[in-house]
């Protein structure tokens, strides 16, 4: 069983920065991969970054150098610095796993969702 809980979400100045967290719980479940997404209202959901069990990150062309995914893999959770913000971030942040599900096979997990306004 997986569960992702974000966390850090919040309303923020242009120009500021936050920290989202995903912490994971899982069992029988072997992650290989940790995104981050976010959706704005009215649009689809979008890449932001990824980092991978051996520690590659990627990240979408917007992200233009603001962001920095990590990890900590003694509490299992991953980090989305956000600095530089601007309005057009606003969105709700979404965490999601992607591993080996014993019994299972390759599957993919999501998180609730944290909310990041960006506005004066």
């Known amino acids: 069983q997986v569960q992702l809980v974000e966390s850090g979400g919040g309303l923020v100045q242009p120009g500021g920065s936050l920290r989202l967290s995903c912490a994971a719980s899982?069992?029988?479940?072997?992650?290989?991969?940790m995104d981050w997404y976010r959706q704005a209202p009215g649009k689809q959901r979008d890449f932001v970054a990824h980092i991978t069990s051996g520690g590659s990150t990627k990240y979408e062309d917007f992200v233009e150098g603001r962001f920095t995914i990590s990890r900590d893999d003694d509490k299992n959770t991953v980090y989305l610095q956000m600095n530089s913000l601007k309005p057009e971030d606003t969105a709700v942040y979404y965490c999601?796993?992607?591993?080996?599900?014993?019994?299972?096979?390759?599957?993919?997990?999501w998180g609730q969702g944290t909310q990041v306004t960006v506005s004066s």
């Open positions: 999601h796993a992607h591993g080996w599900m014993y019994g299972s096979g390759w599957s993919d997990y």
């Open positions: 899982v069992t029988t479940f072997t992650i290989n991969r």
